[in-house]
């Protein structure tokens, strides 16, 4: 069975500062890896995705996040942090089993907020 | 442009009614789904269906039904025996199952 443990569940850094949103997963199979943003009531916005290519992905807004196997990791972080970057992150695994099943699971949210 | 619309952004109903909650998309996705999200939780998957006139059951699909009898269209019912309704529900859809999903604004249920 797969799983996404997002370690913190609230994150403050200071305007230009860099982020680093940290998520573990466990998974059975090679997993996709997500990273989801949401704003107060709305929708997700996809940020970047791991699909077993290249093991540091480049996303929108300046994110990137790097998957690590033997650390089963999938942190996402941003060099310079913006006021406009406050909002929810999901970390989600998404596995392809070797029946055809696939399911996403999301982790719990990491709220960032950013400090003036 | 192309999209997921839900519609309305904000419901609210008396506890005891049946609420229909509308999700429409135009970018030409076969999978489409529906979420739950409480606060402080992660999405929890409602239902899903991989094509037109199929549907499957999710984590927590106790108290809801669906219908996708067209392509673009995927509309929830949240039903009175749903003991906890009061959600922010979300529509998502992606070219096929297992590919990255995108997601509509939601709608805030609220019942009282």
């Known amino acids: 069975a797969q799983s996404v443990t997002q370690l913190d569940s609230h994150v403050s850094v200071s305007e230009g500062t860099p982020v680093l949103l940290r998520c573990n997963y466990s998974s059975s199979y090679s997993p996709s890896l997500f990273w989801y943003v949401q704003h107060p009531n709305k929708g997700l916005q996809l940020l970047l995705k791991y699909t077993s290519a290249a093991t540091l992905v480049k996303g929108i807004n300046g994110f990137e996040a790097e998957f690590k196997k033997s650390e089963t990791s999938f942190h996402l972080t941003k060099p310079s942090a913006h006021m406009s970057d406050a909002a929810e992150y999901f970390c989600v695994v998404s596995e392809q089993s070797n029946f055809g099943n696939e399911k996403l699971t999301f982790g719990t949210g990491t709220r960032l907020t950013i400090i003036p | 442009d192309g999209g997921i619309t839900q519609s309305p952004k904000y419901l609210f109903r008396k506890e005891g009614q049946n609420v229909t909650l509308s999700c429409e998309q135009n970018l030409n996705h076969d999978a489409m789904y529906w979420y739950r999200q409480d606060p402080g939780q992660g999405l929890r998957l409602i239902y899903y269906?991989?094509?037109?006139?199929?549907?499957q059951k999710g984590d927590i699909a106790e108290g809801y039904s669906v219908s996708r009898e067209k392509k673009e269209s995927f509309p929830l019912t949240v039903t009175s025996a749903q003991k906890n309704p009061t959600a922010f529900y979300l529509c998502?859809?992606?070219?096929?199952?297992?590919?990255?999903?995108?997601f509509g604004p939601g709608t805030r249920l609220t019942v009282t």
């Open positions: 269906s991989q094509i037109v006139n199929d549907f």
């Open positions: 998502a859809s992606s070219i096929q199952k297992g590919y990255e999903q995108y």
